[in-house]
């Protein structure tokens, strides 16, 4: 089992910056994929940034250039940095591990808000 927590989230003014943070606990060798999504009011949830154990980095075209994935070492704290954000980045943003057999984990999320 994995337990993901995230923080950080809150009230931004457009063109502003935020950093979350992501607790991960429990199995956390166990994963394979880990990184953050957002569902937006009245949409999916999507895929906003990934990182794996083998390096690899995906940003969503939406926030490339302006939100950074980052990890210690034991992949025990993800962060998002966002910046130059928008009113369009306000969502739910989720934290996400997903171990060697497709399983996601997924903490309870926590709101960010961009007011123009």
């Known amino acids: 089992q994995v337990q993901l927590a995230e923080s950080g989230g809150g009230l931004v003014q457009s063109g502003g910056s935020l950093s979350l943070s992501c607790a991960a606990s429990?199995?956390?060798?166990?994963?394979?994929?880990i990184g953050w999504y957002r569902q937006a009011p009245g949409k999916e949830r999507e895929l906003v940034a990934h990182?794996?154990?083998?390096?690899?980095?995906y940003y969503a075209d939406s926030v490339k250039g302006r939100f950074t994935i980052a990890l210690d070492n034991g992949w025990h704290s993800v962060y998002l940095q966002m910046s130059a954000l928008k009113s369009e980045d306000t969502a739910v943003y989720y934290c996400?591990?997903?171990?060697?057999?497709?399983?996601?984990?997924w903490g309870k999320g926590t709101l960010v808000t961009v007011s123009s």
């Open positions: 990182t794996t154990r083998g390096g690899s980095t």
């Open positions: 429990g199995s956390i060798s166990s994963i394979a994929v």
């Open positions: 996400n591990g997903r171990n060697y057999y497709n399983f996601d984990y």
